[in-house]
């Protein structure tokens, strides 16, 4: 079974601009989750969508979006980078129907540097 | 609100030794769950065990054990006989089933543990 992939790997921008990172479930699953890893403040819930719908979304400015599609493949899109967007963006995946208690499934994350 | 401390940043340990990495939570509800997850060097992290708030039961799977104390909001985790393949930063997690969904996580900032031969 293939796990959770994003594209692109690696990604460098400036100030300014906007950046589009994708995300592939686990075949079979329905929800995913967007997390951003920063030294300074960790790892963070940015948004979860289930079933094309946005389910949850945590504490970040509106530049952060998401979206999803019929085949729950899910993008998230950083417009007017600024260089504290530096980070690297982890994709979760999990079946997500009902109120979903089982464990994520992480893909390996898009590093992203703004310069 | 919910938070997680890990108050271990790094931790070196010999081949062979024990070692338990601490997780302390704090959350208004009464019921959540608890998770730890292992991130290698490669990025993505690896669930290792999920706890609902109901299961005070400690549980051992293999090498790995996890101490799990409502009455001190402490969930700790024991690598027995360590090797050198269990080197990663590791992470306590909370969920709060009140957020809709188990997907949102607070995580704690890890623990990252080297074992060195």
């Known amino acids: 079974k293939a796990g959770v992939t994003q594209t692109p790997r690696y990604l460098i921008k400036t100030r300014g601009q906007q950046v589009t990172l994708s995300c592939s479930p686990i075949s079979g699953h329905r929800s995913v989750s967007w997390y951003q890893q920063t030294p300074g403040q960790g790892l963070q819930f940015l948004f979860e969508y289930f079933s094309e719908t946005q389910r949850n979304k945590g504490n970040f400015p509106g530049r952060f979006s998401g979206r999803q599609f019929s085949n729950s493949r899910s993008e998230m899109n950083v417009s007017t980078l600024e260089l504290g967007d530096s980070a690297l963006y982890l994709c979760?995946?999990?079946?997500?129907?009902?109120?979903?208690?089982?464990?994520?499934?992480f893909g390996e994350g898009s590093r992203l540097t703004v310069l | 609100a919910q938070k997680v401390t890990q108050a271990q940043t790094e931790i070196s340990v010999v081949e062979k030794e024990d070692v338990t990495l601490d997780c302390v939570y704090e959350?208004?509800?009464?019921?959540?769950?608890l998770f730890w997850y292992k991130q290698p060097p490669s990025g993505e992290l690896v669930f290792l065990i999920r706890?609902?708030?109901?299961?005070?039961q400690n549980e051992i799977s293999g090498r790995y054990s996890w101490n799990f104390q409502k009455s001190t909001s402490s969930f700790n985790f024991t690598i027995t006989a360590s090797q050198v393949v269990d080197s990663a930063v590791y992470f306590c997690a909370l969920s709060e089933v009140n957020t809709g969904t188990a997907s949102k996580l607070t995580f704690g900032t890890g623990t990252r543990l080297q074992v060195t031969l």
């Open positions: 959350t208004r509800d009464t019921t959540y769950y």
């Open positions: 979760a995946s999990s079946p997500g129907a009902g109120l979903n208690t089982g464990e994520l499934f």
């Open positions: 706890r609902n708030s109901f299961d005070e």
